[in-house]
C-alpha cells in the first residue's frame, strides 16, 4: 500500500487524495456533509486517523480542545502542517495507524475518513480494538468508507463485514 500512495502523493493535493480529478468540487460537498453528522466535539480530545492533508483538521481544531492528527505518507503530513500547523491545539504525527501505540482512555472522539478500505480484514480487526481502547467511557468512534468497488489500492469490504469486525470485539 505505502509504493501506491507514494506513487500517488507526489503533490500532496486532494486530486490525489480522493484519486479523482474533479475532487474539488466533490470535496466542498462531502466535508459538510460529514461533519453534519458528527456530534458536537466542541472541547473534546479527537484523533484523526489517515488524516492526509488535513481535509478535516482544522475543522476539528476550530472546535476540539486538541487534534491529533495521523497519515503515514510523508507529503501529506507535511501539508497537513503547512495548512494546519500553526493550530496550536493541533498535533500532527506521520506514522502507520496499523503501528500507532496510543495511551488507553486518551481520546472522545476517533475520526477516519477512507482508511478501513485500504486495510486488511484482520488489520482492521486489531485497529478496531484499539480504538476502543483508545476511546475514554462515553467516547465516540466515527469512520466512513465510501468505495462500493475496487478503487486504486483499495480492499473493498461490504458494510456488513465492516459491522461483523465491530461486534466481534465488541
Partial sequence: MREFWEEHSHAATV???MLDSSADQIELIEREEILGMI???TGLDVLELGAGIGRYTSHFASKAK?????DFMESFTSENQTRNGHLKNVNITQADVTQLEIEEESFDLIFSNWLMMYLTEVEVLDLFAKMLKWLRPGGKLYFRESCFHQSGQCIYKPETLLSSLLSIIG
Fill in 39 to 41: 456530534d458536537d466535539f
Fill in 15 to 17: 486530486e490525489e487524495m
Fill in 66 to 70: 486538541s487534534v491529533r492528527a495521523v
